[in-house]
Each structure stands twice: as C-alpha cells, then as structure tokens.
C-alpha cells in the first residue's frame, strides 16, 4: 500500500495532533499483539549493525525523541524497522505541556512547526511502564529534560531526579537541552550552565550520556559546548534539535510560519548536515544525526557528513514507517 499516495491524503485531512494520537493508540494496541509485531517485523526489520558509544546497534536508524514521549508504543517500533528508540522529552513532574493547537504541518515545505512543552506523563509513570514491558530488542535511549514549573536555577536536581528514575532502562541518556519550547531551557546549553548539569548527572550515571544540541547555536557556541562535553566525558552529540528560524519554507506555507514553536522536515536538512559536520570536524564525540530526513538521500547525506547513527521523526509523517527500511537497504 502507498503510504504518499493512499494513507497520507486521508490522515492530513485531520487535525495533526488527533491523527498522532490516534496513530499511538493503534501502535499501542498493535504492541499487545505478538503475531502482528511478527508479521510487521517480516516486512519491515532489517540489519546493518554497528557499534556506537560501546552499544551495538542492530541497524543505525532510530526513531527520535519525541513521537513516543511515554514509551507507549515501544515494541512497534522495532517492528517497524527501527535499530534504536528514543523515548522522552520526560520530565520528573508530568505535565500537560502548552495548549493546543501545538502541532501544525506545513505540506507544501514537507515541515512541521511544533510547541507541545513536553507534556509527559513524567519519569515515575515511564520508569513504571518500562518496567512493565521489559527489554527490547533494540538499544533504547532516554530523553531528559527539566519541568515547566522548575525553575532554571533548581535545573540539576530536576535532571537528577529523572535520571535516578530512569538510567537502568537506558543503552543511553540525552540530555536534552535544546528545545525551544520549554521557557529558558537554552541557557542550559551555555558553558557554566551545562558544566554544572553534565557533572552533576556524570556523577551519577553509569550510562553513555548524550547531550542534544539547538541548529541555531552560532559556531563559537556550539565549539564552547563541545569542549565542556569533553571536558565532562559525554559519549555523543545528537544534532539536532528544531529550530526556531523560519527559512527555506514554501510560500503556501506563510499563514503556518507564523506560529511558535520549533520547526523540523525538509527545512532543517541542511542546517542539520552543517551542524553534524562541524561536530566531526571539532570533536571526537560520536554524533547522531537527526534533521530532515524524508528520504533515503538524507540520511546517506548525514552519514557522509560523519553521523554515526541517525533519528528521524518528521519525515514518519511525510514519508511513512517504510523510509526506515529503505534507509537500511541503501546501506546495504
Ligand atoms: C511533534 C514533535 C515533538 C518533538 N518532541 C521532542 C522532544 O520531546 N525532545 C526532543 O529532544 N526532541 C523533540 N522533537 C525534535 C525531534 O526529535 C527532532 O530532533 C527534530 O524534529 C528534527 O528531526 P526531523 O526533521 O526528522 O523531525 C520533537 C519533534 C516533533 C516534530
């Protein structure tokens, strides 16, 4: 069945945020189902496996922080074809994140702008539901950040309390610090900031840490953030984020543009390979690539940028679960 041609004119016809819910619950289900996951594995799963930060990684495709935030669908996603899974943003306190609407697609720029505020049901309700479920078959990564109500100051303990929670679930943390919709959680990016944040968790984590990083740091921001990463021995660098800039969108897309929040799809490509090929350049670390990934090319581009692994979320809703299989057949 033609995903572009058949499932998506259906599904873009509803309000955005009704369809990701609605696509959640049916994943949800489809988890329970161990003929199903088998059958989605047949079609879908396939292996070019690496070796990252000391994990191995059955194929270097993940699904990026932010589609299942509470881990609710996790066995589909490596049905579907995923090498790696990243659960989050969670924070310690649930919450309901901003008021919708929060998520609006730009068709005709193959983007989405998005200010949903990491509402998650928080790190006990994850920590309760991972126990639940038990391991998976591919490595999972676990996303942190810090709660709404948390003033920036108290960032630390907030970080800490989630990574307590979590850690024992996790092939790896990222620390995410580079979403544009949780009010100052950039300034966690600046030197002193993400000095004191990476030793506090550093202190505490017996996992590969992974710090994830804006597209809109400026070069001399993001050589600084590099080098506090090393100086605290974090094991990656997950570039990027969504951005807050607005170019490269499609006229018809004007009315959408002007909405708040983080922009990710077609837009973000370039920024994306720019950041990742300053990070190879400037850094030993491991980078996973994410940003604009709507076909096979993108992600290849990434790769030749240096990625090691790459995520990918946006281009789910554009192009459909079958863009995981055909990024790993072009590896092959
Ligand atoms: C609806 C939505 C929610 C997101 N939530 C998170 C999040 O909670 N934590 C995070 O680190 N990134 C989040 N992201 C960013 C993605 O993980 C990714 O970095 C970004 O969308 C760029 O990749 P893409 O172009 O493939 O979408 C979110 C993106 C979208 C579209």
């Known amino acids: 069945m033609s995903y572009s041609r058949l499932v998506r004119p259906v599904l873009f016809r509803r309000n955005a945020e009704a369809v990701h819910e609605w696509t959640l619950r049916r994943l949800a289900t489809l988890s329970r189902n161990q003929l199903a996951l088998a059958a989605l594995r047949r079609l879908y799963a396939r292996s070019a496996p690496r070796t990252v930060f ?10 990026a ?14 049905a579907l074809g995923f090498g790696f899974v990243e659960v989050g943003t969670v924070t310690r306190q649930p919450q309901p994140g ?3 609407p929060r998520l609006f697609r730009l068709p005709a720029s193959q983007a989405v702008i998005n200010r949903m ?27 942190l950040g810090k709660s709404k109500v948390t003033p920036l100051e108290d960032a630390v303990e907030d970080y800490l309390f989630s990574l307590r929670a979590l850690e024992r679930y996790a092939a790896y943390v990222a620390v995410n610090v580079s979403s544009p ?33 804006a597209p809109d740091l400026t070069d001399h921001a993001l050589g600084e953030l590099l080098e506090v990463c090393a100086e605290h021995g974090v094991a990656g660098v997950i570039a990027t984020n969504t951005t807050i800039a607005r170019d490269g969108l499609a006229p018809a897309d004007a009315a959408c543009a002007a909405e708040a929040g983080g922009l990710s799809g077609r837009p973000l490509a370039e920024r994306a390979r720019e950041v990742v090929t300053f990070v190879v350049k400037r850094s030993e670390l491991p ?23 790459v995520q990918l979320c946006t ?13 790993v057949h072009g590896l092959e």
């Open 98 to 100: 901003n008021p919708a």
């Open 181 to 213: 919709n949780t009010p100052g959680l950039r300034a966690l990016q600046d030197r002193a900031a993400l000095g004191d944040l990476l030793a506090a968790l550093k202190s505490e984590s017996t996992r590969p840490l992974l710090v994830k990083v």
């Open 287 to 309: 980078v996973i690539g994410v940003g604009g990934i709507l076909a096979a090319e993108d992600a290849l581009r990434l790769f030749d940028a240096g990625a090691s692994l």
């Open 65 to 78: 922080a932010g589609l299942d935030k509470d881990g609710r669908a996790l066995p589909a996603w490596p």
């Open 315 to 327: 281009g789910l809703i554009y192009t459909g679960p079958v863009l995981v299989r055909r990024i």
């Open 117 to 143: 505020g990491f509402n998650n049901a928080g790190a006990a309700a994850l920590a309760a539901r991972l126990d639940k479920i038990g391991p998976l078959p591919v490595p999972l990564g676990i996303s």
């Open 54 to 63: 000391g994990v191995r990684f059955p194929n270097p495709v993940g699904l």
